[in-house]
């Protein structure tokens, strides 16, 4: 592959004191939906009229106040759409609605019967300004451009006076208007050139800092590094004679991968307000993902003043009205964002999530910030949940199989026995080539260790407890018998000891099972009430030095020690 002398490389902005590296983003911008006309019209089955007003229904419950319902010009259902808005008064009192229109006259007069009687109302005309645009589209010149662009400006001036008389006259309170101008492709377009092409609708409309127009900048094809858009939004804003006067909006769409970056580097260069789409739906690869850009702004501590606290529905509503499924990792949204496979990556959240749920990651002088390693965003602040975090594979270590054992099932083995754990689950994990579910770790992990019979396996135990003389010192002892079968052959076996379970190995002498001790004990309860029962978690050392871990879980916390001991000699690697 050879690029040269085909494509040429995106000519560098003459902005050699840029100030838009030192800047950071300090609050949210304004916020501006288009999925309900750039996003509908990239779908492969548009939306119908139902459909756009749930959807229409959800951008507000999110907490949109600009929404750009469509282009009521281009068919009968975008019409429809609006007219239904309107007349069923589903916008709410402070939320503005947008529509885009050509500037024509034939186009700009239909779109005003769509909105008559709406109360706030974004009027957004563009029209074309890239070099490759003026030759193949228009074939005119850029004088004859900027005349078109204004012709549209004195036009929508017209019909918005026409409707507020009207509305005068019959004694109804006139629409507010606000009025947007794109010059499409302005990332393409010479700085010059949409500079004046701007500034000529600017003086058209009669922007003042009382009555701002919207200047959308937009990237309609991402063609830049994002260090070079921001160059340009510095750029235009530096030498925009209507600085003041306007409102510099963000459009950005994601021809490179890149929309995000663009986007959050325009703000630092003076932009102040973003339109785009839920997810990034949208012509091509897409336009820019609002979810992203504000949940980005969230973990940087801003508040995005949009509310995505329940984001998986906000997912399944996007995919039931588009038909859009999203990529697993999607960021923030997808299946497998709070997800790790890595074994290092799985003891390190485990071990973090344990100290926040402890109180252990904060202090009196130092507040709890979230610092959960491998994770941006605390799961629960958009409605997702820590159990879906780890999951196991074969290259899943022992942090994973623990934390499942301990979030899900009360397991909770001590720090030394973690590495038999987590070997046995990636190693059935490996032999099946596959995830295991939480059911299937703790089914491996009880086949090893629980449910376990060969070659010891305890018939029937019974303990009698023996103690001394009232106000004697002879200590307490214990009694116990048992009746246990040792690699096929059974065996009736007896001793004393200080408690069931000194009993239970002193008894285990006198059978053909290897000579053992016991290095380590551990045990806690499970569940609660009627249900508790106890695990015990025993490590013995044979007379080779071969060091076993058993579990035992019984509703007495005696027979919980035996069963972990059966489950140690029971053990096969």
Not at 69 to 88: C, H
Not at 191 to 208: K, P
Not at 285 to 294: F, H, R
Not at 381 to 403: F, L, M, T, W
């Amino acid at each position: 592959m050879n690029p040269a002398g085909k494509y040429k490389p995106f000519a560098a902005i003459p902005l050699s004191d840029r100030k838009w590296p030192s800047n950071t983003i300090t609050h949210a911008p304004i916020w501006c939906s288009v999925d309900l006309r750039d996003g509908n019209q990239a779908l492969v089955n548009p939306m119908g009229i139902e459909q756009k007003i749930e959807y229409f229904k959800l951008l507000v419950k999110i907490g949109f106040k600009e929404i750009e319902v469509g282009f009521p010009a281009a068919s009968d259902t975008e019409f429809d759409f609006v007219r239904r808005l309107i007349e069923d008064k589903l916008i709410p009192d402070d939320v503005w609605i947008q529509v885009l229109c050509q500037a024509r006259e034939h186009l700009v007069a239909r779109t005003f019967e769509a909105i008559e009687g709406a109360k706030n109302v974004i009027f957004h005309i563009y029209n074309a300004t890239s070099p490759s645009q003026r030759k193949y589209n228009f074939g005119k010149s850029k004088e004859e451009l900027i005349d078109l662009a204004v012709s549209g400006v004195k036009c929508v001036k017209k019909y918005i006076s026409a409707v507020s008389k009207k509305a005068e006259a019959e004694g109804l309170t006139p629409s507010r208007f606000r009025f947007e101008y794109s010059p499409e492709n302005f990332t393409q377009t010479e700085m010059d050139y949409a500079l004046e092409i701007c500034g000529a609708v600017a003086r058209e409309w009669g922007a003042s800092p009382e009555n701002k127009i919207i200047m959308n900048l937009p990237a309609t094809v991402e063609c830049s590094l994002p260090n070079q858009f921001a160059d340009q939004i510095e750029y235009f804003c530096r030498n925009f004679k209507e600085r003041e006067n306007c409102i510099i909006s963000l459009h950005n769409h994601n021809d490179r991968g890149e929309s995000v970056a663009q986007c959050e580097l325009g703000l630092l260069a003076g932009g102040e307000r973003v339109e785009g789409c839920l997810f990034g739906n949208g012509e091509r690869t897409g336009n820019l993902d609002i979810v992203t850009v504000a949940l980005n702004m969230y973990t940087q501590g801003v508040d995005p003043e949009l509310d995505f606290s329940n984001l998986e529905n906000i997912s399944e509503e996007f995919t039931r009205f588009t038909g859009m499924p999203l990529h697993p990792r999607s960021p923030y949204a997808g299946e497998l964002v709070f997800t790790a496979f890595s074994g290092s990556h799985q003891d390190a959240i485990r071990k973090a999530m344990n100290a926040r749920l402890s109180g252990k990651a904060a202090s009196k002088d130092t507040p709890a910030y979230w610092d959960v390693p491998y994770l941006a965003i605390d799961p629960h602040d958009i409605g997702r949940e820590y159990n879906d975090i780890i999951r196991i594979n074969s290259q899943s270590g022992k942090g994973g199989a623990v934390y499942i054992l301990e979030t899900k099932f009360g397991i909770v083995a001590p720090k030394a026995m973690h590495p038999v754990i987590g070997a046995v689950i990636k190693a059935r994990a490996d032999e099946l080539q596959r995830e295991l579910s939480s059911a299937e770790v703790y089914d491996i992990f009880a086949e090893t260790w629980l449910y376990t019979k060969s070659p010891l396996n305890v018939l029937e135990i019974t303990e009698r407890h023996i103690e001394g003389e009232r106000g004697s010192d002879r200590p307490e002892q214990v009694a116990g018998m048992a009746t246990i079968e040792w690699e096929g052959k059974r065996y009736a076996i007896a001793a004393n000891g200080n408690g069931p379970l000194d009993a239970f190995v002193s008894a285990m002498k006198q059978t053909p099972a290897p000579f053992f001790n016991i290095t380590s004990f551990h045990e806690h309860s499970v569940g609660s009430g009627s249900d508790t029962q106890a695990m015990a978690y025993v490590q013995i050392t044979k007379e080779n030095g071969e060091q076993v871990w058993g579990v035992g879980k019984s509703s007495n916390v005696g027979r919980a020690g035996i069963a972990a001991v059966v489950s140690a000699l029971n053990f096969k690697k």
